[in-house]
């Protein structure tokens, strides 16, 4: 893969991945507002209870982790239709035990 086809990667990539960011955290919100009847917590906040700072924090990195994985996976799906070459991957490290 040549540094034209890596450099257009990453920046496919990075503007699909800081999207859908945007879009799971925003569904996240919408799902606790649904779930709890409430706006989510400020897990910063002292006299937010630390158990509803913990399960807001956990939901948060679920929802945007599994978007994530899912938009990276449809992102190197089209650029492979696109392309007719595998995404680029990040090297890979390999550690001897």
Known sequence: MNLSQRVLWNIYAGAVGALSAVVAQKAVRGAWKVATGDEPPDPNDPAT?????????LAGG???????MLVNRFAADRWEKAMGTPAPTSPTVHFKL
Not at 52 to 57: D, R, V
Not at 62 to 68: A, R
């Open 62 to 68: 679920v929802g945007i982790g599994i978007s994530q």
């Open 49 to 57: 209870p630390i158990t509803e700072a913990l399960i807001w924090a």
